[in-house]
T-cell receptor, first 117, second 115 residues
């Protein structure tokens, strides 16, 4: 069965620190997709990144970077030089490509990040 | 382009009343999803549509919940009768395609409180 685990419930850092949010997933499919979403205090869910199971290349977007490792079933998210505006709940999600699961996102419980000035 | 639009943003109702939540997906998106977010259960999929047809409603909690998509630009989620345990934030999302190959874009959510 598919499952996403975000073991860190809450993380608190001071501005300019680097922080890594962990995500471990379980799936029996060979083709699947991994996502990160951000939910700021205002409540909306903001898409950050999508990665497919055949592309293990790490990705960097500004201060954000993602490390996908199939060997450990992990898709970790690092924020470099964190800022107060990064304070939010971050969700990792999994979607399998198998018929019958067309686009169903399985979300982790989320990690609440607090960045203090 | 406008994102996913949901209304109302907040709804407070009394137990037993009917509640209707509305969603307008992003134009051109073929998939529409309804999610519910609670502290206890997190984000969970209720139902999703492809080209206005319900594909999987296994997440709908019980018969009190129903969803429709009469056309490509409008969907409703109805709860009748509502109960206090239905209090949650309900999100609508849409995507260009399915199979997980396309990201879902979420609306701002409707915060439902049933007293």
């Amino acid at each position: 069965a598919q499952k996403v685990t975000q073991a860190q419930t809450e993380i608190s850092v001071v501005e300019k620190e680097d922080v890594t949010l962990d995500c471990v997933y379980e799936t029996r499919d060979t083709t699947y997709y991994l996502f990160w979403y951000k939910q700021p205090p205002s409540g909306e869910l903001v898409f950050l990144i999508r990665r497919n199971s055949f592309d293990e290349q790490n990705e960097i977007s500004g201060r954000y970077s993602w490390n996908f490792q199939k060997s450990t079933s992990s898709f970790n998210f690092t924020i470099t030089a964190s800022q107060v505006v990064d304070s939010a709940v971050y969700f990792c999600a999994l979607s399998e490509a198998a018929t019958g699961s067309q686009g169903n996102l399985i979300f982790g419980k989320g990690t609440k990040l607090s960045v203090k000035p | 382009d406008a994102g996913v639009i949901q209304s109302p943003r907040h709804e407070v109702t009394e137990m037993g009343q009917e509640v209707t939540l509305r969603c307008k997906p992003i134009s051109g998106h073929d998939y529409l999803f309804w999610y519910r977010q609670t502290m206890m259960r997190g984000l969970e999929l209720l139902i999703y549509f492809n080209n206005n047809v319900p594909i999987d409603d296994s997440g709908m909690p019980e018969d009190r919940f129903s969803a429709k998509m009469p056309n490509a630009s409008f969907s409703t989620l109805k709860i009748q009768p509502s109960e206090p345990r239905d209090s949650a934030v309900y999100f609508c999302a849409s995507s260009l395609g399915g199979g997980g190959a396309y990201e879902q874009y979420f609306g701002p959510g409707t915060r439902l409180t049933v007293t």
